[in-house]
């Protein structure tokens, strides 16, 4: 815990390195936390380096990490936050947002965006591999595809048009043998 100066504020801020850091509120026991910026000073220059700081690891991430992991397809943090709920787990759903989101930036769920403009969430089976979804519109069921045509086509196209550093996200949406019949 770093060192605690006391001054005319209504709290505490907390001092890191000799400057203030006054984080917000919600930052506190969300897995959220800030970056480490660390300064050093060579020969007439300044470098800094910033090293993202590890999150926390809680019971209610793990709860939520595991509902995700407990089903199939994609699923809205409602939907998860629901099934929490229904398993009796003492869980907030803006905390569920939270570890969702956290889990996505790690790179351990994938994330959509639905047509209607929700985001569902979905624990990836292949983390760290770059690879498209075909998603059933009826139960959110997903599959993990390859699709080596689009790669060859997206690097055709930036090569045309000059660009470099390309990313791109193909998600496929249609209806599963399952909720067709």
Known sequence: MPPVET???????????????????SWRGAGVQPAVVKLGIGAGNVESVSTPAKPRH???????????????????AQEVYDALRGDAQSVGLTTVYRQLQGLAARGVADVIVS???????????????????????????????????????????????????????????????????
């Not at 001054?7 to 509120?25: D, E, K, N």
């Open 115 to 181: 047509p209607d403009g929700t985001t569902s969430y979905r624990y990836c089976r292949a983390p760290g591999t770059h690879h498209h979804h075909l998603v059933c519109r009826g139960c959110g069921r997903a599959e993990e595809v390859e699709g080596p045509a689009i790669e060859r086509w997206t690097s055709a196209v930036a090569e045309q048009f000059g660009y470099t550093d390309v990313d791109h996200t193909v998600e496929i949406f249609g209806i599963c043998s399952s909720c067709a019949r």
């Open 58 to 76: 809680t019971a209610q991430a793990d709860a939520v990490r595991e509902a995700l992991e407990r089903v199939d397809g994609f699923r809205s």
């Open 7 to 25: 001054s005319s504020l209504a709290r505490p801020v907390p001092m890191v390195h000799g400057i203030r850091r006054p984080y917000p509120r």
